[in-house]
């Protein structure tokens, strides 16, 4: 079963805007990280908030963490074509780190 | 600086046959090594994880093995390739718990 979840699946911003990209997990949880894919490459780590924190932020980038409601968040300001990419969120649980668990991503399109 | 290579990049296989990939660590000494495994438009399915020199940790069945013969190499290999093992191979590695992930680009592999 999916432990981390993004949604919405997909959706295309022009360039400039900002777009929200939302992650439910089912876990409790340690960290919760955002990572980022383009095509044909690995994925690239690009926020990692921790269960104590509710806001995390990195350049245009800025995550939040609601562990109540067992939710994330990471939002993108100004955006730009090379943004287009999967995003996706991934949760340690707290029951055993070394199992890591990717959502399905959310796929984004920055048209120019 | 941290390095994480992998080989080949791409591979074309017939089904049957055999297949092994490889991932080497450069600059950082006993880091936990992880498999993943991403089918087309997919999510990352971790397939294995080592925290040490020959042990290694299976986390789902798909037909793959996977060794650590040395300290900074992580190889994953199967006997008879299967139509199902098309996709994309990430190495992984972390420093521990609630770190994040440094993925190398990827093996990318169609069996036919």
């Known amino acids: 079963s999916q432990l981390a979840e993004e949604n919405p699946w997909a959706l295309s911003v022009h360039e400039g805007e900002s777009v929200t990209v939302n992650c439910s997990y089912k876990t409790s949880i340690t960290a919760l990280q955002w990572y980022r894919q383009k095509s044909g490459e690995g994925p690239a780590q690009l926020i990692l908030?921790?269960?104590?924190?509710r806001e995390k932020r990195n350049g245009r980038l800025r995550a939040t963490l609601d562990t109540s409601s067992q939710s994330s968040s990471l939002s993108i300001t100004a955006t730009r074509c090379e943004d287009t990419a999967v995003y996706f969120c991934a949760t340690d649980a707290d029951t055993g780190y070394q199992n890591f668990y990717f959502g399905k991503g959310t796929s984004l399109t920055v048209i120019p | 600086a941290q390095t994480i290579h992998q080989w080949p990049v791409a591979e074309i296989k017939a089904v049957g046959s055999p297949l092994s990939l490889g991932c080497t660590i450069k600059g950082k000494s006993s880091p936990n090594l992880y498999w993943y495994w991403q089918a087309t438009g997919g999510t990352l399915q971790q397939l294995f994880y080592s925290i040490t020199v020959g042990q290694v940790e299976s986390v789902v069945q798909l037909n793959l093995s996977a060794s650590r013969p040395k300290d900074d190499q992580f190889i994953l290999s199967t006997e008879k390739l299967l139509l199902s093992h098309s996709g994309f191979y990430l190495c992984?590695?972390?420093?521990?718990?609630?770190?994040?992930?440094?993925f190398g680009s990827g093996t990318r592999l169609l069996v036919i």
């Open positions: 908030i921790r269960s104590n924190e």
């Open positions: 992984a590695w972390r420093q521990g718990e609630g770190s994040d992930y440094t």
